[in-house]
């Protein structure tokens, strides 16, 4: 014959406090070292923040790319260190406020733009390597030659600016480091500046 | 159900539950040894204290109640439909989900005093349930009817064998 017994149900709460505490360990050990490693890059740049743009830069007739460049450089002038960061982010913004100014005067740079393109690809992805100054150099180069080439086609009167662009690029020598060449790294970036600031006025 | 008895309905207890590896009989159909339909399991009727099922409460199938051939003893309303089955009184089939009575027979059914579903249960009442399913049963807890701990420790509410 039948017999059915019963019992005290388990309480339910244990059960979510586990699955709660299995949820914060994975966040924990799949994302939360995803998060710390970007604030730690964020740190370690001394780059100022470029949403900040100066004055000069906001009164001037040009378009959001070069016053963003011109923008960095300017508030980077007294960072006397030229990390990794540094770099990447002001061959950034230059290729993309030469190529916002040569679509402003209709000027084709596609070409050359490619291989300026390469050569930061290669400063970008491979920090380390002692031919850095070399990619470092060529991208100058080239990109000095674009500017030489909007300003002849649209500027005649920024000649001398656009020269000094030139010289301070062919200044840049790849068989030196770059760290031991700095100045003259800025000096390229501050040039090219001064010649994009003198083209929007 | 009366608290003094320590009667509840499980229904009522929300922090019992049928036991691991028992079935939960309610909603399983019931028939006699004949395999006559009774009616269903509508719930299950526990001694808390001892932790098991001592009756079965059984919604009686309509076709059993407007049975003409079955004897009429009691006067019921509409709906007085149900009666309390001691499990003794019972054995499970699981794999057919089914509950077969072996105690009682179908007419017997037919000749007890059910009650409205959800009404108080008293020991007279029990007393007198377990009179019509065991007519032969002169046991002194049946007619002692005030011995508490006595009463559901007879065959008709624990496994034989």
Not at chain 1, 17 to 38: C, H, S, T
Request: contains cysteine; proline residues 2%; charged residues 30%.
């Amino acid at each position: 014959m039948a017999e059915i017994k019963i019992e005290k149900k388990k309480p339910v709460w244990p059960w979510i406090v586990a699955a709660l505490v299995i949820a914060a360990l994975v966040y924990f050990i799949f994302f939360w070292d995803k998060n710390d490693e970007q604030e730690v890059i964020q740190e370690t740049t001394d780059v100022t923040n470029t949403d900040t743009v100066s004055d000069e830069a906001q009164t001037m007739n040009g378009n959001g790319e070069v016053a963003a460049y011109i923008a960095f450089i300017e508030n980077n002038r007294n960072n006397m260190g030229l990390d990794h960061e540094f770099t990447n982010e002001a061959f950034t913004k230059l290729i993309a406020a030469t190529e916002a100014k040569a679509a402003d005067v209709n000027y084709d740079i596609t070409r050359d733009m490619t291989q300026v393109k390469e050569y930061a690809d290669k400063i970008t992805n491979d920090p380390y390597e002692t031919t850095h100054a070399n990619s470092i150099g060529k991208a100058a180069t080239t990109l000095a030659g674009i500017l030489q080439g909007i300003q002849q086609n649209s500027y005649p009167d920024l000649s001398a600016d656009a020269g000094e662009v030139m010289s301070a690029a062919n200044s840049i020598d790849p068989s030196k480091l770059t760290l031991d060449q700095k100045d003259t790294v800025k000096s390229f970036f501050d040039e090219a500046s001064d010649l994009l600031n003198n083209m929007n006025k | 159900m009366d608290d003094l008895r320590k009667l509840y309905r499980l229904d009522e207890l929300s922090d019992y539950k049928v036991a691991s590896h028992y079935p939960d009989i309610r909603g399983w159909k019931i028939t006699d040894a004949n395999n006559l339909v009774i009616g269903t399991v509508d719930d299950l009727i526990v001694n808390k204290a001892e932790e098991r099922v001592v009756y079965l409460d059984l919604e009686v199938d309509k076709k059993l109640i407007d049975d003409r051939d079955t004897p009429v003893i009691e006067i019921h309303n509409d709906d007085e439909n149900h009666l309390l089955l001691p499990i003794g009184a019972v054995s499970i089939d699981e794999s057919n989900k089914s509950v077969i009575c072996n105690d009682v027979s179908y007419a017997t059914f037919g000749r007890a005093k059910r009650f409205r579903k959800g009404e108080n249960i008293n020991r007279e009442y029990e007393t007198a349930l377990l009179r019509t399913y065991y007519p032969n049963d002169d046991s002194d807890t049946l007619r002692n009817k005030n011995q508490d701990d006595d009463f559901y420790r007879r065959s008709h509410f624990e496994r034989r064998g």
